[in-house]
């Protein structure tokens, strides 16, 4: 696959996963949404992504803090009823925000499909 734009990556994972929450293509740096969509109208996506561009920034903190050699690649957050997964991409610039209801999605799925735009994400 070609590299796609933050637009397309969110029109692509909403076609592989029709039943999720939310979903955004996130600028870590700034916290900005550079695409996003909702299934809800009760769910606030752009909030949703400021806060856990917030997770991402507090993990590479401790990771260097810790003075470990290693990258994050993804965060899952496991709530009552839902999954936040947090995927970086590869130069950690970006990330894609997903948010899934558990019972209706298959984790391994939902990473595979993560993994699978932020390779070509632009």
């Known amino acids: 696959m070609s590299v796609i734009t933050p637009d397309q990556t969110v029109k692509?994972?909403?076609k592989d996963l029709p039943s999720l929450v939310a979903v955004?293509?996130?600028?870590t740096e700034t916290g900005m949404p550079l695409a996003a969509h909702s299934n809800s109208a009760d769910f606030d996506v752009e909030t949703a992504a400021a806060y856990n561009t917030e997770v991402i920034k507090q993990k590479l903190k401790a990771i260097s803090a810790l003075k470990l050699?290693?990258?994050v690649q993804d965060i899952l957050l496991t709530l009552t009823d839902?999954?936040?997964?947090?995927?970086?991409s590869p130069?950690?610039?970006k990330f894609i925000y997903l948010a899934v209801n558990s019972r209706d999605t298959n984790l391994a799925v939902a990473r595979q499909v993560l993994k699978k735009y932020t390779d070509v994400l632009s």
Do not use: G
């Not at 955004?24 to 600028?27: G, N, P």
């Not at 839902?82 to 970086?88: D, E, F, G, V, Y």
């Open 24 to 27: 955004a293509v996130v600028e």
């Open 69 to 71: 050699n290693q990258t």
């Open 91 to 93: 130069n950690a610039q």
């Open 82 to 88: 839902q999954l936040h997964l947090l995927k970086l």
């Open 12 to 14: 692509e994972i909403m």
